[in-house]
């Protein structure tokens, strides 16, 4: 889908994947955490997640491509709203390099082309510290040719995510957001090599 598409579908309300609040795998991860950290948001949407993030102390850069996306997170975040950038996730000038400790993941792997889902292993590569976490929820299901979404056959991650990171936590979540009859969303953390 293109930039504009997405637009789109904030602008007209046609939004079916955002469940309006921060996941309850989330909250509880956040909870875990040290203090301070420094948190990445890609392909935000809304960016519900910012406002758990904050709450609990830490800093957050959330960025979505779509001007629509961009918008609608403002309204949504209030006094939050700051945190939220235009930027394209692939561009290399947006973001700081080795500068996160987590990178959060909802619902933005399964949405961009499969044959950037390198693209995209590579850039949190870049953009976490080491030992840096990318934590969140993971689509996986059958191969879906009209997605997005578009979800991750299991036996992909291991070549695409195990091949840069260490598998910390994976396990299927009760979570009600079934955008596919076949696919389940996983919570996992994945952690770089480096000391945590
Ligand atoms: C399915 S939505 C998920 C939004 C949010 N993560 C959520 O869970 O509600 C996918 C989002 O990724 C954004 N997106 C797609 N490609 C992007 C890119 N290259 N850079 C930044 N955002 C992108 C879209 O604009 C859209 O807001």
Redo the contacts with the bound molecule.
Sequence with gaps: MK?EE?TQR?REGR?G???GKSPLELEAFIATLPPAQCVL??????AHEVIAFRGAGHSVIA????EG?VEAARRNLGDHAECVHL????DETALPAAAFDICYE???LC??PVDRRLDYVRRIEALLRPGGRLAGLFLYGAPEPDG??FPLLEHEREALLGARFSLIESRSTGSDFKPLPEAHEFWEVWQMPGPS
């Design positions: 930039r997405w904030y939004t994947w955002d469940i948001i890609p392909g935000c949407g809304r960025v979505d491509y779509a996306a930027a394209d996730f692939f909802r619902t933005f949405a961009i997005p979404p």
